[in-house]
């Protein structure tokens, strides 16, 4: 088995630092971040930055066929993608998609997917440029490549948090988590899209991370897309900080019919809701709503690099990175 996801992508960012054509890339001015972040930042053009990112999207890990229908698929694949974007406050341009597919898919379901695809681009000014297709031996194997822009030098990074600075998060957290609960322990009752939308129809929050560049708002940034307590641990791991969050303070989703608050596991740990958790400045006014999103103050970084939550009677204990990793055993 291979190494837990976190521990596996910080071996392969060691070799390629290490490597001859890791130490030639420290000296390419092209490559402004690599390996790290939400995106790697290229500088291709005159007083621009160009933002790359890359997402799997694999059946029986990130979509099962008899839960999810092909437009909820088409639609999250790149949701994914322009999640990540806007983590770095960029604005996406074109999405590249490469499809592996087994022999016996029906063409109905390839054609359903993809107009889902291209009907969310379309929403953000993306164009489906360019991209591959294979035959599977198993399964449904689609790789997405989203690329944004961003002014050159202000891209959102993991890595500008500070002590002192405080800690927002976009939205509501743990409503796409539920859905997977309800699905795995009710599989004979259909779970209906339209009771769990930030599950099936997640919403990417690009023109939120991009006024939070433009206003100089965020310090650093990250999407919520492994969870709450994995993507801080991230945040903070990259900015050499640490952090206290109020569980009073966190936002929990209601869902379902009739609707009901998640749970603050759900919330601190579940994944893919693919919300924005940026840092502030002491100093900066972060209003209650950015783009008709709720934004709310849910703790501070500091300078231990623990991550604490406080919980209800105003006792602090460490948080855990619960939320989504591959190959954990």
């Known amino acids: 088995m291979p190494l837990p996801e976190k ?5 392969i960012r060691r070799m390629a630092t290490s490597s001859t054509q890791g130490r030639a890339l420290g000296s390419n001015r092209t490559i402004s971040t690599a390996i790290g972040d939400d995106c790697a930042v290229l500088r291709l053009l005159p007083g621009r930055e160009s933002l790359i990112t890359t997402d799997l999207t694999l059946e029986g890990i990130h979509f099962r066929r008899d839960w999810h229908p092909p437009e909820s698929v088409g639609h999250r694949c790149l949701a994914r993608g322009l999640s990540d974007i806007a983590a770095m406050g ?3 341009v074109a999405a590249f998609l490469s499809l592996a597919l087994p022999r016996d898919l029906p063409q109905a379901w390839v054609g359903r997917f993809a107009r889902s695809l291209i009907s969310l681009g379309e929403r953000f000014g993306v164009t489906l440029a360019g991209g ?3 035959e599977s031996p198993n399964g449904i194997l689609a ?5 944004g822009t961003a002014p050159k030098g202000k891209s959102v990074l993991r890595s500008g948090a500070r002590p002192g600075d405080r800690i927002f998060v976009s939205g509501e957290l743990g409503g796409s988590a539920a859905a997977i609960v309800q699905m795995r322990t009710k599989p004979q009752k259909k779970v209906r899209p339209r009771d769990y939308p930030r599950h099936f129809y997640p919403e990417p929050r690009v023109e939120l991370g991009r006024i939070l560049r433009e206003k100089g708002l965020a310090s650093a ?3 919520t897309s492994d969870g709450l307590s994995t993507d801080l641990a991230h945040l903070c791991e990259e ?3 640490g952090a206290e969050v109020e569980s009073v303070l966190i936002p929990r989703a209601s869902v379902g019919r009739p609707a009901r608050e998640v749970d603050l596991d759900l919330a601190l740990h579940g994944g893919e809701d693919y919300e924005l958790l940026f840092t502030a400045r002491p100093g900066k006014r972060i209003p209650p709503h950015i783009a008709g999103v709720a934004v709310t103050h849910i703790g501070h970084i500091t300078r231990s690099r ?7 009677k105003g006792v602090a204990y460490q948080l855990d990175p619960k939320g989504w990793e591959h190959f954990r055993k």
Request: glycine share 4%.
């Open 7 to 11: 521990a596996l992508i910080a071996q």
């Open 90 to 92: 960029g604005e996406p």
């Open 132 to 134: 591959d297709t294979a």
């Open 143 to 147: 790789d997405i490549i989203v690329v």
């Open 221 to 223: 940034m990250i999407d």
């Open 239 to 241: 900015s050499d900080v």
């Open 306 to 312: 623990l991550i604490l939550v406080r919980n209800l």
